[in-house]
């Protein structure tokens, strides 16, 4: 079993839409959180941080259950630029802050 | 362009040569890592450097792969007599670790094809 599994996708929406992803983490002792976005062929950048309190930044918001080791990210009011694949990551309680990916959720935003 | 860079962008080998990488941090950053990424999947950790020490090896870096950060600065990562498994994308970050994580930042990786 993967240490972080993600819903591989496609999710297909339209623009306008509101969609969520999930992503499960098997280290209880997992320390930080994130989702990274990953377009076509390119490095993944930094979405946001999650915190247990939840975070928003504008459309998104992220959401993190440690109890349930369940992370989650809403996007609202879709835009066509949001297509990506979006990467769900943890790291480790350990002082190398190595960042473990998921296998990533792919959107597809049509007009 | 002050991020982090990588080169070269495309190297197409055949099975059994020798290649290596490059990679440029962002010049203030301490940490350095290696992933590596195939298709359909997240990136995996290879590899870090704490300036010029190596820390951590993952299981993935078998005896043919080796990773050097002479000098703190730049990194080079070597694959010796290259297998067609090792085609991936191989990404580069760096980050400012003071008191605690900071952010890595991505360099554009450099996609390996062995043939």
């Known amino acids: 079993r993967k240490e972080v599994e993600q819903d591989p996708g496609p999710f297909n929406v339209p623009e306008g839409a509101t969609v969520a992803f999930n992503c499960t983490y098997s280290n209880s002792a997992s320390q930080s959180f994130f989702w990274y976005r990953q377009d076509c062929r390119k490095e993944p950048k930094l979405l946001m941080s999650v915190y247990s309190s939840g975070n928003e930044d504008g459309r998104f918001t992220a959401q993190l259950n440690r109890a349930s080791q369940y992370i989650s990210l809403l996007i609202r009011d879709s835009k066509l630029s949001d297509s990506a694949t979006y990467l769900c990551v943890v790291t480790r309680m350990d002082s190398s802050y190595k960042l473990i990916f998921g296998s990533g959720t792919r959107l597809l935003v049509r007009p | 362009d002050t991020g982090v860079s990588q080169d070269p962008r495309h190297k197409i080998t055949k099975r059994g040569q020798n290649v290596t990488f490059r990679c440029d941090p962002i010049?203030?950053?301490?940490?350095l890592y290696w992933y590596r990424q195939t298709l359909g999947q997240g990136p995996e950790f290879l590899t870090y450097?704490?300036?010029?020490?190596?820390?951590?090896k993952s299981r993935l870096l078998s005896d043919r792969f080796s990773a050097e950060r002479p000098k703190g600065s730049f990194s080079t990562l070597e694959i010796q007599r290259t297998e067609q498994g090792d085609s991936a994308m191989y990404l580069c970050a760096s980050s400012l670790v003071s008191t605690g994580f900071d952010e890595q930042y991505f360099g554009p990786g450099t996609r390996l094809t062995v043939t």
């Open positions: 450097f704490q300036n010029e020490a190596q820390l951590e």
């Open positions: 010049s203030e950053h301490n940490r």
